[in-house]
């Protein structure tokens, strides 16, 4: 009879445990009322890609997790010789290092940009950086960049793609204005599609934003920027994004 009873009381339990519905449980407040919501706040640094002829595709991916450049944001600067009179940010490959200097009052994110300035005639100022991509992918050029004075030739984008690591193994303009066309070679050395330099508009930050084939002979994409004389650009938040479609 006792074990009945215990048996009894039992069932009883299992039944009152079972009629407790998930509304019942009251999660901890953080703001967040849809899963669309808690999504949004995970991937809260994606933004649409390029696709060709400046269509968007219908995705998103997160930049900072996908980006190929290191210090793309140029914010790690060093002394290259703990002596020297400048910095140069790190992983970078600086030209004419006087040209280039680390910039902390005019910045798109972060605390420091680039700030290009080409001090003598016949100069440049250019920061690049090469990395491994996979032939016949596609590849998003991203950066910010903002005009403080302009002139003549102004700036552009300045890149490269290379079979092998080496410098001596770029592929040639005329291979690439081939392949591409002219319109789109521009992506790669100029302004943009069918633009010959960067738009200009002054003192105020503008978003470079490309997407263009992997050549099928290519293993290394060299990101750049080339700033030319009398012209003072900042470049910030570089980011070079291998995507699928």
Not at 26 to 47: A, H, R, V, W
Not at 127 to 137: C, E, K, L, N, W
Not at 187 to 192: D, E, H, K, P, S
Not at 224 to 244: F, Q, R
């Amino acid at each position: 009879m006792r074990k009945a009873t215990i048996y009894i009381l039992f069932l009883v339990a299992i039944a009152l445990y079972a009629s407790c519905t998930p509304d019942d449980y009251m999660p901890p407040e953080t703001g967040l009322t849809t899963q669309e919501e808690i999504n949004d706040s995970i991937i809260n640094d994606s933004i649409p890609i390029s696709g060709d002829d400046n269509d968007t595709i219908h995705d998103t991916i997160p930049l900072v997790a996908e980006n190929l450049l290191l210090n793309g944001g140029l914010e790690q600067w060093v002394d290259p010789l703990m002596v020297a009179p400048y910095d140069v940010p790190e992983h970078w490959f600086i030209h004419n290092n006087l040209n280039v200097r680390k910039n902390n009052t005019i910045v798109s994110e972060g605390i420091f940009s680039a700030k290009m300035e080409s001090l003598e005639t016949g100069s440049t100022a250019r920061v690049d950086q090469r990395v491994p991509v996979t032939p016949g992918s596609r590849i998003r050029i991203r950066f910010s960049y903002y005009v403080e004075q302009w002139k003549s030739r102004g700036a552009r984008t300045y890149c490269y793609f290379r079979t092998r690591a080496a410098e001596a193994s770029n592929i040639s303009a005329a291979d690439l204005k081939e392949f591409y066309g002219q319109d789109a070679y521009y992506i790669i050395r100029g302004g943009g599609y069918s633009l010959t330099y960067l738009p200009h508009d002054l003192n105020v930050w503008q978003t470079f934003d490309e997407t263009i084939e992997v050549p099928p002979t290519a293993n290394y994409f060299v990101f750049g920027v080339n700033s030319y004389h009398g012209t003072t650009i900042y470049v910030d938040d570089c980011y070079v994004i291998e995507v699928s479609e």
